[in-house]
């Protein structure tokens, strides 16, 4: 899963992009910590995708 693909899952639970630093997209959520996604073109963010939506309280 690219990290396009997350920030998509992401805005979808109500997440939304907040800034960009770098390479990492910042999304926030009322009540709730900010994270942040890396994104690196088309490349699989392997274990870090699971990581990121599970910080986000989505199981997928």
Same mark, same amino acid.
């Given at each position: 899963?690219?990290?396009?693909? +997350? /920030?998509? /899952? =992401?805005?979808?639970?109500?997440?939304?992009? #907040?800034?960009?630093?770098?390479?990492?997209?910042? =999304?926030?959520?009322?009540?709730?910590?900010? /994270?942040? +996604?890396?994104?690196?073109?088309?490349? #699989? =963010?392997?274990?870090? *995708?699971?990581?990121?939506?599970?910080? *986000?309280? /989505?199981?997928?």
């Amino acid at each position: 899963m690219t990290g396009k693909q +997350v /920030i998509e /899952i =992401l805005k979808a639970n109500g997440w939304i992009l #907040d800034r960009i630093s770098g390479s990492h997209h910042i =999304l926030v959520k009322e009540g709730c910590r900010s /994270i942040p +996604v890396p994104i690196h073109g088309n490349k #699989d =963010l392997g274990v870090w *995708a699971r990581k990121i939506l599970k910080e *986000a309280g /989505i199981e997928r």
